[in-house]
């Protein structure tokens, strides 16, 4: 999984994580949502240090300086298409989900497409091909 995914989809994995999941899968899920923390701090310093490598601070906010804009970009870009090493995603279906999980939208499920099941994935796929 590439730190972009894991980013980008952080709020939805809130999401599911905090639904009432079978005991099972709620522990997985835990556990999960553990390492997801760890590596997001790893993407935050290493974001933050890029940037200060590349910016200065002006009133509290770190700006990149224009002349190193191509750079950081290219930098950063290479940061977001990291692999996460030994990163073991757990796999869940649409049916761990609660019935009445108003909170869970279609956009989550997009964003989470790799934490359901391959039948999920299929579906999703599909849809946000065309």
Known sequence: MKYVTLVNSLESLKMVANT????????EMA??????????????????????????????RIVIDEDKLEAFNNEYAELKAQDIENFICPKLSYDDLPKDAENIKPVHLVQLKWLFEPELEGVIDNETDK
Not at 20 to 27: F, N, P, V
Not at 37 to 56: I, Q
């Open 20 to 27: 009432d999941l079978k005991m099972s899968k709620a522990i």
């Open 31 to 60: 556990k999960f949502i553990n390492e997801v923390n760890d590596e997001v701090n790893v993407y935050k310093e290493l974001e933050e240090k890029l940037a200060r490598k590349y910016g200065s601070e002006e009133e509290g």
